[in-house]
């Protein structure tokens, strides 16, 4: 929420009352100018989960109707127009310190400094207050009162966006935190770079909140500039749970040539190979538009560099690589021969490629039931859904549902499994499984894996077609640790074929995490 501040001025103002006002304080630098002494609260903000602002901590006792309203007119002004002169006496309209202070962000009331912010063709001309950003940063503190203080009324930033400044700006005056996707990185910049770390710390959680397998390997080049190791940490978490995802985005073509390397080398990408070939002349592709350079296949080699053999096409399927790299044209005749033999010679020529594949991850098993069971007259099917609801105290990549098989011998099952959230489908696949009349559970896989955020309910469905009667589960667990994550159970609305805590299908949720 934005402050409240005023926008008309007070025409039935006493003349009296204010010289007598003035009289009274002290000076702030000039005669024409005198003010009462003020005093600073700093307040940390807590924002792990959500934004927090003063008001949240100090919440304030609303003023009357008519001066609300003539507060909220003013501040939604002052955001656009920094010229603004409040009403005489504005300072009584505010019970607290930090909405007085508030009326000053971006106004240019007594301002004695101001910033030429952005690049050239896209300044924007900011006002400030010494002294606030002074004691909202220490780099202004050393930029306004330290030993090499300049004295200068106008300062040039062309290395920091406006809207980010602004945000930064926001913060130091009025306690409030205001993210946006499309200038958080920028944010997090200025952040840095003016010292402000509760501010750069609520942008850490805002990409963090927001990190996908479209914008990962964009973060992760970011993370690293800005010396985010956490951030770093949670692009990895993501990127090797979902490459393909990842490396089919087209934030992967925005990274810059050592993230490239980082992601290439990556001995834990959940990727086949041949995804990693695409994604990289993809990259390489833009990297030509990039330097001015025309689209050719040896200006692509080029761009790729020696990062060309951090793909370890030896280890693609055979087909993969004779339908897809071998006629790329960014292989030699040389390389592409050497690999061919390498598939089926006995003596196996060197190569300058790496040819062991990678581990990728070991998907984990969560268990919901104690035992399992069978009737003559249970578990069937035809057409109808089983479904639970599961919630997770850490951030998970479902990656395909653990189900019963049939109970009268060998059967094929056709499933088709969906993961909801509130409503909204996230991930569905339709395949089959064979299942050998065991007890066994059977692995479902969705085509990728699906991002399951903490501390939110799921719905994981399936519907199952045989003929045949299958297993079920029971003595169903409520509560289930995996590793490190905790796993909660409830039952869903949506199960129509009996399926719940207790009891039924889908007696495994399979994940990466």
Not at 367 to 388: E, L, P, T, V
Not at 479 to 503: A, I, L, M, R, Y
Not at 506 to 511: C, G, N, R
Request: glycine share 6%; with cysteine; charged share 20%.
């Amino acid at each position: 929420m934005l402050p409240e501040t005023v926008k008309n001025r007070s025409k039935k103002s006493s003349k009296k009352t204010n010289s007598s006002s003035s009289s009274s304080g002290n000076s702030s630098g000039g005669s024409n100018s005198k003010l009462p002494p003020v005093c600073y609260e700093i307040i940390t903000l807590k924002t792990k989960k959500k934004k927090k602002m003063a008001a949240d901590i100090f919440p304030r006792k609303k003023p009357a109707s008519s001066s609300s309203t003539t507060v909220q007119q003013y501040h939604q002004q002052n955001l656009s127009n920094n010229n603004l002169i409040p009403a005489p006496n504005w300072q009584g309209l505010y019970p607290t310190i930090r909405e007085r202070n508030a009326v000053m962000f971006n106004n240019d009331l007594m301002a004695d400094v101001h910033f030429v912010v952005g690049p050239p063709g896209g300044t924007q001309r900011l006002p400030g207050h010494k002294y606030v950003l002074a004691v909202g940063s220490s780099v202004f503190h050393a930029m306004f009162y330290g030993e090499l203080a300049e004295d200068k009324d106008e300062i040039r930033i062309p290395d920091v966006e406006p809207a980010a400044f602004l945000a930064m700006l926001k913060y130091i005056y009025c306690d409030e935190i205001d993210l946006a996707a499309d200038t958080v990185l920028a944010t997090l910049y200025a952040a840095k770079k003016y010292i402000v770390p509760h501010l750069a710390r609520a942008c850490v959680n805002f990409l963090e909140t927001s990190l996908s397998a479209k914008n990962a390997c964009v973060l992760l080049s970011q993370s690293c500039l800005f010396e985010e190791p956490d951030l770093t940490q949670r692009c990895w978490e993501v990127i090797d749970a979902q490459a393909e995802l990842a490396l089919k985005s087209e934030g992967f073509c925005d990274i810059d040539f050592q993230t490239l390397e980082s992601i290439l080398r990556r001995e834990t990408l959940n990727a086949k190979e041949i995804v990693v070939f695409e994604a990289a002349l993809n990259w390489a592709e833009v990297e030509c538009q990039r330097q001015d350079l025309a689209l050719s296949i040896e200006n692509k080699r080029k761009v790729l560099g020696k990062a060309l053999y951090l793909i370890r096409i030896p280890t693609m399927a055979l087909d993969d690589f004779a339908n897809g790299a071998a006629q790329s044209g960014v292989l030699t005749l040389n390389e592409t021969n050497d690999i061919f033999l390498w598939y089926t010679a006995a003596k196996k020529p060197e190569l300058q490629f790496v040819s062991k594949a990678r581990k990728g991850l070991v998907p984990q098993r969560c268990h919901r039931f104690q035992s399992c069971a069978y009737r003559s007259n249970q578990w069937r099917y035809r057409g109808r859904c089983d479904s639970i609801q599961f919630a997770v105290d850490k951030r998970v990549f479902i990656a395909g549902f653990g189900l019963y098989g049939s109970s009268c011998g060998s059967a094929e099952y056709s499933a088709k499994i969906e993961l909801k959230r509130q409503g909204v489908v996230l991930g569905q696949n339709l395949s089959k499984y064979f299942s050998d009349g065991s007890s066994n559970t059977f692995p479902v896989w969705f085509e990728y894996p699906v991002q399951i955020e903490p501390d939110t309910f799921y719905t994981a469905s399936v519907i199952l077609d045989g003929n045949e009667l299958s297993y079920f589960g029971q003595e169903g667990m409520t509560e289930v640790q995996c590793g490190k994550v905790t796993v909660q159970f409830q039952c869903s609305s949506d199960s129509t074929n009996g399926t719940g805590v207790q009891g039924g299908q889908i007696p495994e949720l399979i994940f990466y995490a």
